[in-house]
């Protein structure tokens, strides 16, 4: 069994930071992870459609394929997976903005490439490594880190272990507790 590497979550301003020094057209990866835990594939293949502003809910059920002749994978990576969350009042204000400002990509793709072309979570990762570096992000870190970024606010918010495994989509509450059992006050 391969030991997991503890979590060391991000602080907001690293985040921001992170943000700022990223292009602007591409800041809203930064903003999903943060805000909702998806994975970095989900957070790629979030349309417009997806988002039900009225509720304020994120309906998770597809993410971007890592195939170049296909925008969506075939399946999510466990049937878990496919949920819905909170859509926080700042994050729904960032969506607002960024597609008001650079538009929908391909089949109402929330994020594109520079060239209005399907973003791929090579490119994705990449630049988010370049813009984390100057914020001391260990070179061995991607964008993976906002996910467990906001798992560390919800405990520290008191959520309860099993709401962030639905919230976080994994399969078991064993998974939910080896990866972040430690950030949760009474370990």
Known sequence: KVKQKKVVPLSFQQVKQIAENMSERYRLIVWLGFYTGMRPSEALGLTLDRIDF???????????????????????????????????????????????????GPDGLLLKNRLGGVWRYRDAAHRFRIAARPVGVNAGEGLHLLRHTCVSNLIRFGYKEKVIQHWVGHESIQETMDTYGHLFPDH
């Open 54 to 104: 009225e509720n304020k809910v994120i309906h998770i059920d597809r993410q971007i394929s890592r195939y170049q002749d296909e925008i969506f994978a075939d399946s999510l990576k466990t049937p878990a997976s496919e949920r819905s969350i909170r859509l926080i009042g700042e994050l729904e204000k960032l969506i607002l903005d960024h597609v008001a400002k650079f538009g929908l």
